[in-house]
């Protein structure tokens, strides 16, 4: 198999770590940046970034991504041409640097990750989620940030709801590789072994070490930030989300598309499906649930606020919205087997 990957060039992981970012921007010859980043956020963080790029000269034009979507990432596009910027800078959770990374890479640019939260692993990764018109999610495989800066000191001041949800989303590499295996044998997929255990690692990091991160330590905020950036390495390696997402991410998928209304987020999706993918496959989707109890993350169609029969849905239609081999191609479902496991799960009464 040939393996051709890009890498970030540079990881940054420590207390105070947004001060390093002038001598990251500079060292790619930019002084001339975009920053996109949600108002929220910039309200919170801007005059201090204002005033770390202001003395060393750095000039940025700012670029609020009020949704994942073409529509925000045209905006940062424009903006970074009309500007002549040479580096896109995504400050924030999922949203943000998912518009940046699009933007820069569409406009040939530097790319550089600044997550304030781990809600979900793709801070690290070359993968952009968007959604089309019509809802349906699109995973654009593009390049990996140029650099990752994570300030442990920000991301330890994080809803403890944005944090749960990224346990939720590296927990679901459990089901992801395992869906994995089962299309290299079932389907004749070709997929870097490799990729495969820097996956299946990052999920390992955070299920052994639960109880340090559902402490919110620093060193288990740092394990969460060392999983989530072993996930986004790996797709890079296998130059697709392939490893990272299988029949939990479907689930989560559908939840978007056909219960709109939800509250929702990703990784609290994502950690529902695992228990769901892991008792199809016969792991251990107690150890899961378990796992999401314990750092806060919901475990029931109730918290995620998902009527029950919307819920059995999202199951049957999950394995509709990509064209991806999973468990959900190798196992006969109906609603009534369904109920039946999400009863077990304890996911629904």
């Given amino acids: 198999m040939d393996i051709r990957a890009e890498l970030p060039g540079k990881i940054v992981v420590k207390p105070g770590a947004k001060d390093s970012l002038p001598e990251i921007i500079e060292s790619l010859g930019c002084t001339n940046i975009v920053v996109v980043t949600d108002r929220n956020l910039w309200s919170m963080l801007g005059r201090e970034l204002e005033n770390i790029f202001g003395g060393r000269g750095i000039a940025f034009s700012t670029v609020f991504a009020e949704a994942a979507d073409g529509n925000s990432v045209e905006a940062a596009k424009r903006t970074i041409e009309s500007s002549n910027a040479c580096l896109v800078l995504g400050v924030g959770g999922g949203r943000p640097i998912d518009v940046a990374k699009y933007a820069a890479f569409l406009s040939k640019r530097f790319f550089v990750s600044f997550p304030t939260a781990i809600s979900h692993d793709g801070f690290a990764s070359p993968i952009v989620a968007l959604k089309d018109p019509k809802g349906n999610p699109l995973s ?10 994570v300030d442990t000191d920000i991301v330890a001041k994080a809803p403890r709801r944005l ?24 389907a004749g997929e070709e997929i870097p072994e490799i990729s495969l255990v820097m996956a299946e690692s990052a999920a390992r990091i955070v299920l052994s070490e639960i109880d340090e991160i559902a402490r919110w330590s620093t060193r288990g905020i740092e394990l969460l930030v060392q999983a989530g950036l072993l996930a ?9 989300s392939r490893p990272c997402s299988g029949s939990e991410h479907l689930f989560s998928h559908a939840l978007d598309k056909f219960v709109p209304e939800r509250k929702s987020l990703h990784g609290e999706q994502v950690g529902v499906g695992t228990i769901i993918m892991a008792y199809l496959h016969g792991l251990e989707w107690r150890k899961i649930r378990e796992a999401l109890l314990k750092v806060g993350a919901p475990t029931s169609a109730s918290e995620l606020g998902v009527p029950r029969e919307k819920l059995v849905e999202c199951v049957l239609r999950a394995g509709e919205l990509r064209k991806r081999f999973t468990i959900l191609d190798a196992v006969r479902l109906n609603e009534e087997l369904v109920l039946k496991i999400l009863r077990e799960t304890k996911i629904v009464d």
Avoid at 140 to 149: D, E, K, L, S, Y
Avoid at 163 to 186: E, N, P, W
Avoid at 232 to 240: C, F, L, N, R, Y
């Fill in 140 to 149: 654009i495989f593009t390049r990996p940030p140029t650099a990752v800066v």
């Fill in 163 to 186: 944090l749960a949800s990224g346990v939720g989303d590296i927990i679901g590499k459990v089901t992801s590789v395992a869906d994995a295996r089962l299309a290299m044998r079932l």
């Fill in 232 to 240: 986004g390495m790996a797709m890079s390696i296998a130059g697709s």
